[in-house]
Structures are given as structure tokens and as C-alpha cells.
């Protein structure tokens, strides 16, 4: 089965910095772009930065300079360095699995809750 296990959530103050991590099991990891989403209350699911097998990133513009996502290959891993954090920050982070360069599958974590408050 495919699985991916986000950690590293949690309560913040502005300014302050988490790291999210995300475990891929079940899919052959270099086949997959991978990627970080956030949801906050009332609002849409937005893309908050992807990399590729060859680290290619792509950043939401609210995140530049901020954030920075970076994987490990050999460990399957994807994580996603947040700093100068700001309380708009605030939502659920979920890690996803996109494959391209064949058929196209898509997979989701269950998400984990960052809070940014004082």
C-alpha cells in the first residue's frame, strides 16, 4: 500500500520556524514530482512548493524566501524548512506524490497542523 506520514507539525510564534517531514512507502520515490499543500479554514487547498526527482523546486510567491522544501532520495523523504513564520501561515500541511513521465497517479498524507500564534 502507498503511504505517506507527515511529521513535524505543531504550535509556533510569529517569526519563529518549523520543519515538516514526509515518509513515502509503496511507490517508486524517483518516479514522483512531490510536493507540499496548505489548507486553512474557508479557504481552497493551495500549493505551497513541489521538487522534482532532480530538485527542480517551484514556490507559492507567499512562501519565497521563507520556506524551502528539499527531498532525500535514498531515504524517500520530502521536507519543507519554514521560516520567518507569519500567523497567514496557519493550516494544514499535506505532503503529496505526483508521478509523471508515465501513467499519472496522485497520492495524499493526512496532513498536519501548523499553527502560527502569539
Known amino acids: 500500500q502507498v503511504q505517506l506520514v507527515e511529521s513535524g507539525g505543531g504550535l509556533v510564534q510569529p517569526g519563529g520556524s518549523l520543519r515538516l517531514s514526509c515518509a513515502a512507502s509503496?511507490?517508486?520515490?524517483?518516479?514522483?514530482?512531490m510536493g507540499w499543500y496548505r489548507q486553512a479554514p474557508g479557504k481552497q487547498r493551495e500549493l505551497v512548493a513541489t521538487?522534482?526527482?532532480?530538485?527542480?523546486?517551484n514556490y507559492a510567491d507567499s512562501v519565497k524566501g521563507r520556506f524551502t522544501i528539499f527531498r532525500d532520495n535514498a531515504k524517500n523523504t520530502v521536507s519543507l524548512q519554514m521560516n520567518s513564520l507569519k500567523p497567514e501561515d496557519t493550516a494544514v500541511y499535506y505532503c503529496?506524490?505526483?508521478?509523471?513521465?508515465?501513467?499519472?497517479?496522485?497520492?495524499w498524507g493526512q496532513g498536519t497542523q501548523v499553527t502560527v500564534s502569539s
Open positions: 503529496n506524490a505526483d508521478r509523471v513521465g508515465g501513467p499519472r497517479r496522485g497520492y
Open positions: 521538487i522534482t526527482s532532480g530538485a527542480r523546486t
Open positions: 509503496g511507490i517508486i520515490f524517483s518516479m514522483y514530482v
